[in-house]
């Protein structure tokens, strides 16, 4: 599955931003759908997940009330929502793909979109 990763930007502490995850030429229908982040010197870091076999969520602690993710069926995409961005957000963000249930580390996935970089600053 090659997936495409986009929506980051740059935006004040408290501004919003949303990421998409497409999958050109594959169904993402039969895969858990994962959104991860890293900053330079650091591990990889897990985000979010949905499943698309039941459309149940999960978030890590830290976002849990500022990001939603969502699938959106028609246009084969899932989306991150974020709003009441911290500078501590910043990150270099990556949707990956797991067949069929979500999985909480790097190594649960199989496919990785190329990355959207993500910077919340004043």
């Known amino acids: 599955v090659q997936l495409q990763a986009s929506g980051g930007g740059l935006v004040q502490p408290g501004g919003s931003l949303r990421l998409s995850c497409t999958a050109p030429?594959?169904?993402?229908?039969?895969?858990?759908i994962g959104w991860f982040r890293q900053v330079p010197g650091k591990e990889r870091e897990w985000v979010s997940c949905?499943?698309?076999?039941?459309?149940?969520?999960y978030y890590e602690n830290s976002v849990k009330g500022r990001f939603t993710i969502s699938k959106d069926n028609a246009n084969n995409a899932v989306y991150l929502q974020m709003n009441n961005l911290k500078p501590e957000d910043t990150a270099v963000y990556y949707c990956?793909?797991?067949?069929?249930?979500?999985?909480?580390?790097?190594?649960?996935?199989?496919?990785w979109g190329q990355g959207t970089q993500v910077t919340v600053s004043s």
């Open positions: 990956a793909t797991r067949l069929r249930y979500c999985g909480a580390t790097p190594a649960d996935f199989d496919s």
């Open positions: 030429g594959f169904n993402l229908d039969y895969y858990g």
């Open positions: 949905i499943s698309s076999r039941d459309g149940t969520t």
